[in-house]
């Protein structure tokens, strides 16, 4: 089907010629220009962001105050009936609490952040910095968004039916995943088949958007706009649109055997006499393999990480050069790292499953791998926190941005060195600190690159800054909250906090001074964290609220920018009209430098941008597309 | 606004866009059938039963493999046609692709058809039985007809259904199935709705019991809503006295409790789970994936309750086309047993004198034929035969077995009408000659049953999966070209080489499909 998709798509380029004026459906709605799809994207991520916090607010409550029924300001979205199938006397359920945390990872992986960095910023950034008119396919470009969408609403809606949403974790795990909601007689209507389904079409949309993303940067180029003139994000863009191409199907694969393990029951991931509570022996067949969904799980699942984070540290790249106005440093090394990066997350993903008992050969390969690839990580950081230095740094919103987030990934970072090495995996596997770890790099690391991403283009989409008042009062209390709410769970986490506990380890305590229950006094050690954690959390998600007034206010009462390109930045973007129309460029554009050429001596002005032609007394040579190598 | 390279090649990548995604998109699907592939090696690999080795007929297989193989030949011959401007031969040449698109389903559907036709048991000692069954003239479904004899049938006596997860086609069959024995279904106690009163014997309609759930559904959000205010103001109490002052809320949590007496008034009456009696008891029958069985009380997966006897609810083959011992063989071996004894330990042997017929006959046909293989190829050096019967030749009795039995000839030499290579035994022209035994299984017995379906066992799983995945792919791909063939000619006639190039693009598409399936073959069909 796709490749009649593929090949299909060009119908629609033969009217041009006779120009005809979009209607507002065809415009803002089904629109196949990126910017517009980029829009969309951007928007729809970040209203499942916000979706996915609440979620996360409510399950805060249940660890914070277990026995307390949750406050009215949090549960007037439910409705009577919904309260009264999924709260026992107004608290949070055990079942409740799986479903939330099932879906807040899911959201947050699947429909936020890389929708958000890849959708959002790749479908608006790339076209223009390499200087395309629009992508490859922008029928196919267009389809992805809807199928996106499509896909994430099925997931969500599971929230209201009977079974209620998925409720197995995000990582789905049979035969949990495969058991759960069995009762529901047609299974169609089950949110853990719904799950599958929505992932699916996921899937489908990721695959659409990548072979769009790799083909248009191959292939539409602008001339001299070889491959050592990219700017790094497009580079991030490339490899993380061959991660979504080559990892996400092996889950595809997983997702349609788990599926027909429901539908059919077949025993894909199901083993032989398996025995369940409310089942009694199972009637399957068995023979299959619970490791089988894990590997095919995690081999998406940790290429799945840089699929997250290479768009942000690519916002960041480009916020960097623009805000000390300096050259990148290390931008070839950035480059080679990022491709070493891209390679070396397809062969790491077993460090997920130490405890599965794998054998020592295997968990030592995966160790060395593992950390193998913290050296291309550290190489891409370093590059962009030496590129500090130096520099003559404006602290504009986005810069701001980009420097929390470095010292903030790096934490992440660092704190997954020793969740490398089995041996201390053992003790911190499915603990806080795994949770703690992998939030620093998801939430202060990568939304923070985001954000920084949200401000340093703004001017381009809309015309007009955002309000640096409205950023201050969103940035420093979300810094300070981000480390209240993700610092005690790796302390926690040490501790032994198991990540699923949903009442924040109540039922261990050790409730008598001279208990014989020694974790019992660890935990009763560490459980008041709950607490600072929760509040840290709702008190992050009051102080989003400048953000969002922010984004809608300065659209009508933000300061104009003075000139199409307000940072004084190089990369190409910058030389399209403010907003940029459709089919983006108004000048037959060209690039005739590297991406980040701020400060050259003898430049006239501290920024030399890539479309501007070299001064030579010697007449100008068109630089052509047969010096790319490649 | 144009696109550059739609179909003109970029002169420093050498390819046009649809060039690059199609090779793109294609190293997604080798990704995504690599998935598959590995899955079935791990699962092969891992599988605690005998995987079941060239199980499929080979006949169909191979002859779609020469189909997708010709069919990918012609997808190039139409393509060079339109290079070449001839479009009459790119007509040809399509339409025969094509065709052989549908040759290919249309075999694939001869071969689905079949094993949905088959059926299959697993009985407790891992003896596998492979047939056809008989109708079973208790269970008589909604068009009078009656049902396969696999069916679970409970004498009920009295019925309780989950207010909430009562599922409504199962209600509607269990209504009809106690008209069809003449019993009457009814509430067991009177019940009182929000102002209305239902009394004892109200008879069970899905109505009714849409009307109670409405009636529970409010009053439990009522209620939920009242204890939710009672205990926060419980907590708010506790936090306000002095003696919990400084305290953490797992401290004072199991002193605060609801006072059940305030707040009775607000209380409304849920009903999560409504009775009915039937009068008489009468027999319902259930397939047997939706009900939990029990002696004197069952379950439907909607948590139905049934009260009531377990009947006799056999599993009743009409023909067996195989018996199958190779699990029993494996299980034994682990244990340490000899398979031979345990095979002959069997409930099958045991009870059944035609199974035990075919048993020996089969016996002493493996004996013929390990002493014909140790002359043909003698022994190696360590006095041991080079070549040894298989396992499926030694304890596996097939349809194939059957027949030879009953024709008198050896093991391997019967005669095979050439529609019985697709479709397994052809039951009109054996059966007067009673060459395959018939049986009744007690329920007891069977640990699985089912049509050769996913939930057979992880081989079939894999084989519909990878199969029907590859169907789909057959089916895209000949829609595309379908397209081309039948829409092109405008296209022709205003751009040739655009609609070369598509497909050139839809032709690489077919390639791969054909070359997931030389893959298929051999790992389904042979090995």
Redesign the interface.
């Given at each position: 089907?796709?490749?009649?998709a593929?090949?299909?798509?060009?119908s629609h380029?033969d009217d041009?010629g006779h120009h005809h004026e979009p209607g507002f459906w065809q415009k803002y709605v089904f629109s196949t220009d990126h910017k517009v799809i980029g829009i969309q994207y951007g928007i729809t991520a970040m209203l499942f962001l916000l979706f996915g916090f609440y979620l996360m607010m409510v399950m805060r409550w249940s660890i914070?105050?277990?026995?307390?029924?949750l406050p009215g300001w949090m549960s007037w979205v439910f409705t009577?009936?919904w309260?009264?199938?999924w709260?026992q006397?107004?608290?949070v359920t055990g079942d409740t609490y799986n479903m939330f945390g099932a879906m807040h990872g899911t959201i947050m992986v699947f429909l936020g952040v890389v929708p958000l960095g890849f959708g959002a910023f790749g479908n608006y950034v790339t076209p223009l910095q390499i200087g395309a008119?629009?992508m490859?396919?922008?029928k196919l470009n267009m389809m992805s968004y809807w199928i996106y969408l499509l896909g994430g609403l099925i997931m969500c809606a599971s929230f209201f039916m009977?079974s209620g949403a998925a409720k197995s974790g995000w990582t789905n795990y049979s035969p949990l995943a495969g058991f759960a909601d069995?009762?529901i007689?047609?299974q169609w209507l089950a949110g853990q088949t719904q799950w599958l389904l929505g992932l699916v079409m996921l899937i489908t949309s990721s695959?659409l958007g990548?072979?769009?993303f790799?083909?248009t940067i191959?292939?539409?180029r602008a001339r001299g706009m070889t491959w050592m003139r990219m700017p790094f994000f497009v580079w991030a863009m490339l490899v993380t649109g061959f991660l979504l191409?080559?990892?996400?199907?092996?889950?595809?694969?997983?997702g349609?055997?788990q599926l027909?393990?429901r539908v059919?029951?077949?025993?894909?991931f199901m083993p032989?006499g398996l025995f369940t509570k409310s089942?009694?022996l199972a009637?399957?067949?068995?023979?299959?393999?619970p490791l089988?969904f894990q590997?095919?799980f995690w081999?998406l699942g940790h290429p799945e990480v840089y699929v997250l984070l290479l768009p942000a540290i690519a916002c960041v790249a480009e916020i960097i050069p623009a805000n000390t106005r300096r050259p990148m440093w290390g931008y070839k090394s950035m480059v080679y790292g990022v491709i070493v990066l891209g390679f070396l997350s397809f062969i790491v993903w077993a460090h997920h499953m130490y405890l599965t008992g794998m054998g020592p050969k295997i968990s030592t390969w995966f160790q060395i791998t593992t950390v193998l690839i913290s050296v291309p990580s550290v190489i891409l950081l370093t590059a962009l926190m030496i590129s500090l230095w130096g520099g003559s740094i404006r602290f504009t919103p986005a810069m701001i941005w980009a420097c929390a987030f470095i010292p903030m990934f790096g934490i992440g970072g660092l704190t997954g060195l020793p969740l490398a090495f089995n041996l201390v995996d053992l003790h911190l596997h499915d603990t806080y600190y795994v949770i703690g770890h992998f939030h620093y790099v998801v939430a202060p690391g990568i939304l923070f690159g985001l954000f920084g991403g949200v401000h340093h283009w703004y001017p381009k989409i809309t015309g007009r800054y955002l309000s640096k008042t409205l950023n201050h009062l969103h940035f420093w209390p979300t810094l300070v909250c981000m480390n209240f709410l993700f610092f005690p769970m790796l302390i926690q986490g040490m501790a032994g906090f198991h990540r699923r506990w949903y009442n924040g380890g109540?039922a261990y305590?050790a409730k008598a001074a001279d208990s014989a229950n020694v974790f019992g006094k660890t935990v009763a050690e560490y459980?008041?964290l709950n607490i600072t954690m929760s509040w840290a959390a709702w008190i992050m998600a009051a102080f989003q609220l400048p953000f969002i007034i922010n984004v809608f206010l300065s659209l009508r009462t933000g300061k104009k920018v003075e000139s199409d390109n307000p940072w004084n930045a190089t990369t190409l973007e910058w030389a399209t009209p403010t907003p940029p129309g459709?089919?983006n460029f108004t000048f037959d554009v060209a690039a005739y430098r590297g991406p980040y050429e701020y400060s050259q001596p003898g430049a006239d002005e501290d920024y030399s941008p890539q479309w501007e032609k070299p001064k030579t007394d010697s007449p100008v040579v068109a630089p052509q597309?047969?010096?790319?190598h490649? | 606004m144009e696109i550059p390279y739609i179909f003109t090649p970029r002169k420093d990548t050498g390819m046009c866009n649809s060039k690059i995604a199609i090779w793109l998109f294609l190293a997604s699907e080798v990704m995504l059938f690599g998935g598959f592939f590995s899955s079935y090696v791990y699962l092969r690999l891992g599988a605690d039963y005998p995987w079941p080795e060239r199980a499929l007929p080979v006949l169909p297989g191979l002859i779609n493999t020469f189909v997708l193989i010709f069919s990918s030949v012609t997808v190039v011959f139409a393509w060079a046609a339109l290079k070449l401007r001839k479009w009459g031969m790119f007509q040809l040449c399509m339409g025969i692709t094509i065709a052989c698109a549908a040759i290919f389903m249309g075999l694939k559907g001869i071969e689905y058809n079949v094993k949905w036709h088959h059926q299959a048991v697993r009985l407790t000692d891992y003896t596998i039985l492979e047939g056809h069954l008989d109708k079973d003239p208790k269970a008589i479904d909604a068009k009078g007809q009656p049902y396969e004899a696999d069916v679970i049938h409970v004498n009920a006596e009295k019925l309780t259904f989950s207010t909430v997860r009562f599922h409504k086609p199962w209600v509607e069959e269990i209504i009809r199935q106690a008209e069809a024995g003449k019993a009457t279904v009814a509430l067991a106690e009177e019940l009182s709705l929000q102002g209305q009163k239902l009394p004892a014997g109200t008879k069970l309609s899905v109505d009714l019991l849409e009307a109670i759930q409405k009636n529970h559904l409010k009053s439990r959000a009522n209620n939920a809503d009242v204890r939710t205010d009672a205990l926060r103001g419980e907590w708010v109490a506790a936090k306000a006295k002095a003696e919990n002052a400084g305290k953490q809320g797992w401290e004072m949590a199991p002193n605060i409790n609801i006072d059940p007496a305030k707040i009775a008034n607000s209380i409304m009456v849920e009903t999560p789970s409504v009775s009915f009696v039937v009068t008489p008891p009468t027999n319902l029958w259930f397939k047997h994936r939706d009900i939990k069985e029990g002696a004197d009380q069952s379950r439907l997966r909607d948590d139905t309750a049934i009260i009531g006897k377990l009947q006799d609810s056999p599993v009743a083959f009409h023909n067996l086309d195989a018996i199958d011992f190779r699990h029993v063989v494996m299980q034994a071996e682990k244990k340490g047993i000899d398979p031979v004894k345990a095979i002959e330990n069997t409930w099958l042997i045991k009870h059944s004198k035609e199974a035990k017929e075919a048993w020996e006959w089969n016996k002493a046909q493996t004996a013929r034929l390990e002493q014909e293989l140790l002359d043909k190829y003698g022994r190696d050096e360590n006095n041991q035969p080079k070549r040894v019967p298989t396992l499926t030749e030694r304890y596996r009795i097939g349809w194939k077995d059957f027949v030879a039995k009953a024709d008198g000839v050896d093991k391997g030499k019967e005669k095979i009408h050439t529609s019985e290579e697709f479709m397994g035994p052809n039951y009109e022209l054996r059966e007067p000659k009673h060459t395959f035994p018939h049986l009744h299984i007690p329920r007891e017995l069977v640990f699985l049953s089912g049509k050769f379906t996913p939930a057979w066992n992880t081989y079939y799983a894999i084989y519909f999966t990878m199969t029907f995945l590859h169907g789909l792919h057959v089916i895209g791909g000949a829609i595309v070209l379908g397209y081309y063939l039948f829409r092109g000619k405008k296209m022709y006639q205003s751009n040739p080489e655009w609609l070369a190039n598509r497909v050139e693009v839809g032709g690489l598409f077919w390639h791969f499909v054909d070359l997931v399936w030389i893959f298929l073959f051999p790992i389904l069909y042979l090995m």
């Amino acid at each position: 089907m796709s490749a009649h998709a593929a090949t299909a798509d060009h119908s629609h380029h033969d009217d041009h010629g006779h120009h005809h004026e979009p209607g507002f459906w065809q415009k803002y709605v089904f629109s196949t220009d990126h910017k517009v799809i980029g829009i969309q994207y951007g928007i729809t991520a970040m209203l499942f962001l916000l979706f996915g916090f609440y979620l996360m607010m409510v399950m805060r409550w249940s660890i914070a105050y277990p026995h307390e029924p949750l406050p009215g300001w949090m549960s007037w979205v439910f409705t009577d009936t919904w309260k009264a199938r999924w709260l026992q006397d107004g608290k949070v359920t055990g079942d409740t609490y799986n479903m939330f945390g099932a879906m807040h990872g899911t959201i947050m992986v699947f429909l936020g952040v890389v929708p958000l960095g890849f959708g959002a910023f790749g479908n608006y950034v790339t076209p223009l910095q390499i200087g395309a008119v629009d992508m490859a396919f922008p029928k196919l470009n267009m389809m992805s968004y809807w199928i996106y969408l499509l896909g994430g609403l099925i997931m969500c809606a599971s929230f209201f039916m009977e079974s209620g949403a998925a409720k197995s974790g995000w990582t789905n795990y049979s035969p949990l995943a495969g058991f759960a909601d069995g009762q529901i007689v047609n299974q169609w209507l089950a949110g853990q088949t719904q799950w599958l389904l929505g992932l699916v079409m996921l899937i489908t949309s990721s695959l659409l958007g990548s072979v769009n993303f790799v083909t248009t940067i191959i292939n539409l180029r602008a001339r001299g706009m070889t491959w050592m003139r990219m700017p790094f994000f497009v580079w991030a863009m490339l490899v993380t649109g061959f991660l979504l191409l080559l990892a996400f199907p092996p889950l595809e694969a997983a997702g349609i055997m788990q599926l027909v393990d429901r539908v059919f029951h077949s025993s894909f991931f199901m083993p032989s006499g398996l025995f369940t509570k409310s089942e009694g022996l199972a009637e399957l067949s068995g023979g299959g393999s619970p490791l089988l969904f894990q590997h095919l799980f995690w081999f998406l699942g940790h290429p799945e990480v840089y699929v997250l984070l290479l768009p942000a540290i690519a916002c960041v790249a480009e916020i960097i050069p623009a805000n000390t106005r300096r050259p990148m440093w290390g931008y070839k090394s950035m480059v080679y790292g990022v491709i070493v990066l891209g390679f070396l997350s397809f062969i790491v993903w077993a460090h997920h499953m130490y405890l599965t008992g794998m054998g020592p050969k295997i968990s030592t390969w995966f160790q060395i791998t593992t950390v193998l690839i913290s050296v291309p990580s550290v190489i891409l950081l370093t590059a962009l926190m030496i590129s500090l230095w130096g520099g003559s740094i404006r602290f504009t919103p986005a810069m701001i941005w980009a420097c929390a987030f470095i010292p903030m990934f790096g934490i992440g970072g660092l704190t997954g060195l020793p969740l490398a090495f089995n041996l201390v995996d053992l003790h911190l596997h499915d603990t806080y600190y795994v949770i703690g770890h992998f939030h620093y790099v998801v939430a202060p690391g990568i939304l923070f690159g985001l954000f920084g991403g949200v401000h340093h283009w703004y001017p381009k989409i809309t015309g007009r800054y955002l309000s640096k008042t409205l950023n201050h009062l969103h940035f420093w209390p979300t810094l300070v909250c981000m480390n209240f709410l993700f610092f005690p769970m790796l302390i926690q986490g040490m501790a032994g906090f198991h990540r699923r506990w949903y009442n924040g380890g109540d039922a261990y305590l050790a409730k008598a001074a001279d208990s014989a229950n020694v974790f019992g006094k660890t935990v009763a050690e560490y459980i008041d964290l709950n607490i600072t954690m929760s509040w840290a959390a709702w008190i992050m998600a009051a102080f989003q609220l400048p953000f969002i007034i922010n984004v809608f206010l300065s659209l009508r009462t933000g300061k104009k920018v003075e000139s199409d390109n307000p940072w004084n930045a190089t990369t190409l973007e910058w030389a399209t009209p403010t907003p940029p129309g459709h089919g983006n460029f108004t000048f037959d554009v060209a690039a005739y430098r590297g991406p980040y050429e701020y400060s050259q001596p003898g430049a006239d002005e501290d920024y030399s941008p890539q479309w501007e032609k070299p001064k030579t007394d010697s007449p100008v040579v068109a630089p052509q597309p047969t010096t790319a190598h490649h | 606004m144009e696109i550059p390279y739609i179909f003109t090649p970029r002169k420093d990548t050498g390819m046009c866009n649809s060039k690059i995604a199609i090779w793109l998109f294609l190293a997604s699907e080798v990704m995504l059938f690599g998935g598959f592939f590995s899955s079935y090696v791990y699962l092969r690999l891992g599988a605690d039963y005998p995987w079941p080795e060239r199980a499929l007929p080979v006949l169909p297989g191979l002859i779609n493999t020469f189909v997708l193989i010709f069919s990918s030949v012609t997808v190039v011959f139409a393509w060079a046609a339109l290079k070449l401007r001839k479009w009459g031969m790119f007509q040809l040449c399509m339409g025969i692709t094509i065709a052989c698109a549908a040759i290919f389903m249309g075999l694939k559907g001869i071969e689905y058809n079949v094993k949905w036709h088959h059926q299959a048991v697993r009985l407790t000692d891992y003896t596998i039985l492979e047939g056809h069954l008989d109708k079973d003239p208790k269970a008589i479904d909604a068009k009078g007809q009656p049902y396969e004899a696999d069916v679970i049938h409970v004498n009920a006596e009295k019925l309780t259904f989950s207010t909430v997860r009562f599922h409504k086609p199962w209600v509607e069959e269990i209504i009809r199935q106690a008209e069809a024995g003449k019993a009457t279904v009814a509430l067991a106690e009177e019940l009182s709705l929000q102002g209305q009163k239902l009394p004892a014997g109200t008879k069970l309609s899905v109505d009714l019991l849409e009307a109670i759930q409405k009636n529970h559904l409010k009053s439990r959000a009522n209620n939920a809503d009242v204890r939710t205010d009672a205990l926060r103001g419980e907590w708010v109490a506790a936090k306000a006295k002095a003696e919990n002052a400084g305290k953490q809320g797992w401290e004072m949590a199991p002193n605060i409790n609801i006072d059940p007496a305030k707040i009775a008034n607000s209380i409304m009456v849920e009903t999560p789970s409504v009775s009915f009696v039937v009068t008489p008891p009468t027999n319902l029958w259930f397939k047997h994936r939706d009900i939990k069985e029990g002696a004197d009380q069952s379950r439907l997966r909607d948590d139905t309750a049934i009260i009531g006897k377990l009947q006799d609810s056999p599993v009743a083959f009409h023909n067996l086309d195989a018996i199958d011992f190779r699990h029993v063989v494996m299980q034994a071996e682990k244990k340490g047993i000899d398979p031979v004894k345990a095979i002959e330990n069997t409930w099958l042997i045991k009870h059944s004198k035609e199974a035990k017929e075919a048993w020996e006959w089969n016996k002493a046909q493996t004996a013929r034929l390990e002493q014909e293989l140790l002359d043909k190829y003698g022994r190696d050096e360590n006095n041991q035969p080079k070549r040894v019967p298989t396992l499926t030749e030694r304890y596996r009795i097939g349809w194939k077995d059957f027949v030879a039995k009953a024709d008198g000839v050896d093991k391997g030499k019967e005669k095979i009408h050439t529609s019985e290579e697709f479709m397994g035994p052809n039951y009109e022209l054996r059966e007067p000659k009673h060459t395959f035994p018939h049986l009744h299984i007690p329920r007891e017995l069977v640990f699985l049953s089912g049509k050769f379906t996913p939930a057979w066992n992880t081989y079939y799983a894999i084989y519909f999966t990878m199969t029907f995945l590859h169907g789909l792919h057959v089916i895209g791909g000949a829609i595309v070209l379908g397209y081309y063939l039948f829409r092109g000619k405008k296209m022709y006639q205003s751009n040739p080489e655009w609609l070369a190039n598509r497909v050139e693009v839809g032709g690489l598409f077919w390639h791969f499909v054909d070359l997931v399936w030389i893959f298929l073959f051999p790992i389904l069909y042979l090995m």
